[in-house]
């Protein structure tokens, strides 16, 4: 069974930095690639990043680039997500989120259950 | 970037009843379309992708159709399991981007 749990979240002030990790089991996780997407409170779902199973390629969406980071640890089954210069409109659920390939997917198939990050003075 | 809009934003009808969820791209995404439940407090799951590819588990009275700009997900016989939030998302560009989500609300 495919299980992908996130941890990492919490409050910190705008400008500040905080690292999300996901630790994945049920499936050969170097083997897939690997995405990150949030949700602000009561709002819609918003892909965030993605790293590929095979040769890392990153890939992120314009309102993070040059703020957030995706790696992957494929000795230990852990994604990350390095967030910096954070904002009070990164406030979200982030969710963890496995691919549907092997190379760098477009599609997840297996979600994790999310970890909260509120960005508050 | 492609835009993807639902309709309705929210929908309620009776255990029973047949429910459909229209998804359109601002421009042509083929067969790249998934559908998606959001139970509250839960994380998202994946009903369909390619359009119309029922994924394993997911119950046979789901379905999806449509290719190019225009989708739609059916439920038949609605269940109170049903009550849940309903995103498409285009996988055909590197946006990825999601509709604003359709409220199925049981009556």
């Known amino acids: 069974e495919v299980q992908l749990v996130e941890s990492g979240g919490g409050l910190v002030r705008p400008g500040g930095s905080l690292r999300l990790s996901c630790a994945a089991s049920?499936?050969?996780?170097?083997?897939?690639?690997m995405s990150w997407v949030r949700q602000a409170p009561g709002k819609g779902l918003e892909w965030v990043s993605t790293?590929?199973?095979?040769?890392?390629?990153?890939d992120y969406a314009d309102s993070v680039k040059g703020r957030f980071s995706i790696s992957r640890d494929n000795s230990k089954n852990t994604l990350f997500l390095q967030l910096n210069s954070l904002r009070a409109e990164d406030t979200a659920i982030y969710y963890c989120?496995?691919?549907?390939?092997?190379?760098?997917?477009?599609?997840?198939?297996?979600w994790g259950q999310g970890t909260l990050v509120t960005v508050s003075s | 970037d492609i835009q993807m809009t639902q309709s309705p934003s929210t929908l309620s009808a009776a255990v029973g009843d047949r429910v459909t969820i229209t998804c359109r791209a601002s421009?042509?995404?083929?067969?790249?379309l998934a559908w998606f439940q959001q139970r509250p407090g839960k994380a998202p799951r994946l009903l369909i992708s390619?359009?119309?590819n029922l994924q394993s588990g997911v119950p046979s009275r789901f379905s999806g159709s449509g290719s190019g700009t225009e989708f739609t997900l059916t439920i038949n016989s609605l269940q109170p399991d049903d009550s849940a939030t309903y995103y498409c998302?285009?996988?055909?560009?590197?946006?990825?981007?999601f509709g604003q989500g359709t409220k199925v609300e049981i009556k």
């Open positions: 989120a496995k691919g549907d390939c092997g190379g760098h997917c477009y599609l997840n198939d297996y």
């Open positions: 049920g499936f050969t996780f170097s083997s897939f690639g």
């Open positions: 790293i590929s199973g095979s040769d890392d390629r990153t």
């Open positions: 421009q042509s995404i083929s067969s790249q």
């Open positions: 390619r359009a119309s």
């Open positions: 998302q285009q996988y055909n560009s590197y946006s990825r981007t």
